[in-house]
C-alpha cells in the first residue's frame, strides 16, 4: 500500500516560519507528482503547490512567493517550507500524491496542524 505522513506542523507566531514533511511509504511509481493542501474549518479544502518527479512546481496564489515545495526522491520525501505566515494559513495540511502508471492513483495523508497566532 501507499501511505503519506505528514509531520511539522505546530504554533507559529504571524510572520514566521514552518516547514512541514510528508514521508511516503509503499510502492511509488518514478512519474508522480506529490503536493500539499490545506483545509481550515468551515471551508473547502484548498490546494497550495505541487512538484513533480522532475522538479517542476506548481503553487496556488494564495501561497506563491511565501511557500516553496521541495521533494527528495531518494527519501520519498515531500516538504513545503512555508514563510511569512498569516493568522488565514492555520489550518490542517494535508499532503497529496498522485502516481501515474498506466493509470492514475491518488493518495491523501491524514493531515498536520498549522496555527499562525500571536
Known amino acids: 500500500q501507499v501511505q503519506l505522513v505528514e509531520s511539522g506542523g505546530g504554533l507559529v507566531q504571524p510572520g514566521g516560519s514552518l516547514r512541514l514533511s510528508c514521508a511516503a511509504s509503499?510502492?511509488?511509481?518514478?512519474?508522480?507528482?506529490m503536493g500539499w493542501y490545506r483545509q481550515a474549518p468551515g471551508k473547502q479544502r484548498e490546494f497550495l503547490a505541487a512538484i513533480g518527479s522532475g522538479g517542476n512546481t506548481n503553487y496556488a496564489d494564495s501561497v506563491k512567493g511565501r511557500f516553496t515545495i521541495s521533494r527528495d526522491n531518494a527519501k520519498n520525501t515531500v516538504y513545503l517550507q512555508m514563510n511569512s505566515l498569516k493568522p488565514e494559513d492555520t489550518a490542517v495540511y494535508y499532503c497529496?500524491?498522485?502516481?501515474?502508471?498506466?493509470?492514475?492513483?491518488?493518495?491523501w495523508g491524514q493531515g498536520t496542524q498549522v496555527t499562525v497566532s500571536s
Open positions: 509503499g510502492s511509488i511509481f518514478s512519474r508522480n507528482v
Open positions: 497529496n500524491a498522485r502516481d501515474y502508471g498506466t493509470s492514475w492513483y491518488e493518495y
